[in-house]
């Protein structure tokens, strides 16, 4: 199985109150302790934890996040 990830800079840059990137470790952690769920699921995991992580700093930056999950067949 490959989960492709290319988070946008908006998205790995983006920082809260004290000043500290959500990062591109932080998405791959959540990518990985979620990898056995389907791609919108996942999305949404990484959605929750990255406005929890902005703690409603406000954005200065657009979002972006397309994942594609890529799984081998059984055939």
């Given at each position: ?19 500290e990137?959500f990062g591109?470790?932080?998405?791959t ?8 769920h ?16 902005l ?8 979002v ?12």
């Amino acid at each position: 199985m490959y989960i492709g990830r290319k988070p946008a800079d908006g998205l790995k840059e983006c920082r809260n109150a004290k000043k500290e990137q959500f990062g591109t470790e932080r998405i791959t952690s959540l990518i990985m302790e979620n990898y056995m769920h389907d791609p919108a699921s996942i999305q949404e995991i990484i959605s929750s934890e990255f406005y929890r992580f902005l703690d409603e700093e406000p954005l200065y930056n657009d979002v972006t996040m397309i994942l594609i999950k890529i799984s081998e067949s059984n055939n």
